[in-house]
């Protein structure tokens, strides 16, 4: 069975532009959640999409959007970037139901220059 | 409000024990604990239901409080493998699908 994919795994960006991230669940699971992950910070929420609909949304700031795909696949995006938009982006992949395990991609890489 | 964890990082010997303390302020529905090693993505552990139930995998163990929004992870006779930054992610009983994580306590075994 594979597992989550998210492509690419590396991204240098300049700011001001903008950026897509892209996650491919596990094959059944219809709920992706996205985190971002910086140093100190742990995992921040960022949204949660079950069957294409946003379900859940943290506390970001609109440059921070994200849709899902009827296959499941999830994208995110990331508009006029800033300097602290570095960081490790995550996403988890579910079934969706309550009280299920997130398996966990290997993350894109995203820095800012 | 994301939950907080504590210690934030703890040095064990191999064979020692550890705890790790998760506490939030929001009523929650489920614990569900991570462990993440460098440059890996975290894996679950395990998750806890309200209802006090406590939980094992292998020498993991771990209790959720859900009077105090409390949850504790054990690791009893610790391996190197155990090393790892561990995450508590909450999930808020007004939107439960929704899991917010702390900040992670670093955890590093020495032989």
């Known amino acids: 069975k594979a597992g989550v994919t998210q492509t690419p795994r590396y991204l240098i960006k300049t700011r001001g532009q903008q950026v897509t991230l892209s996650c491919s669940p596990i094959s059944g699971h219809r709920s992706v959640s996205w985190y971002q992950q910086t140093p100190g910070q742990g995992l921040q929420f960022l949204f949660e999409?079950?069957?294409?609909?946003?379900?859940n949304k943290g506390n970001f700031p609109g440059r921070f959007s994200g849709r899902q795909f009827s296959n499941s696949r999830s994208e995110m995006n990331v508009s006029t970037l800033e300097l602290g938009d570095s960081a490790l982006y995550l996403c988890?992949?579910?079934?969706?139901?309550?009280?299920?395990?997130?398996?966990f991609g290997q993350g894109t890489r995203l820095t800012v220059v | 409000q994301q939950p907080v964890q504590s210690p934030q990082a703890v040095i064990l010997r191999e064979g020692e024990d550890a705890v790790i303390n998760c506490s939030s302020s929001?009523?929650?529905?489920?614990v569900h604990w991570y462990r993440q090693k460098h440059g890996e993505a975290p894996v679950f552990l395990m998750i806890l239901l309200k209802g006090g139930e406590q939980k094992g995998h292998e020498k993991i163990s771990a209790s959720f409080n859900e009077k105090k929004q409390q949850s504790s992870l054990y690791l009893t006779a610790s391996q190197l493998s155990y090393s790892g930054t561990y995450f508590c992610?909450?999930?808020?009983?007004?939107?439960?699908?929704?899991?917010?994580f702390g900040s992670g306590t670093r955890l590093l075994v020495r032989p």
């Open positions: 999409y079950f069957s294409e609909t946003q379900r």
């Open positions: 988890a992949s579910s079934t969706g139901r309550q009280n299920t395990e997130a398996f």
């Open positions: 929001k009523a929650l529905y489920s």
């Open positions: 992610g909450t999930a808020p009983m007004d939107s439960s699908y929704k899991l917010i």
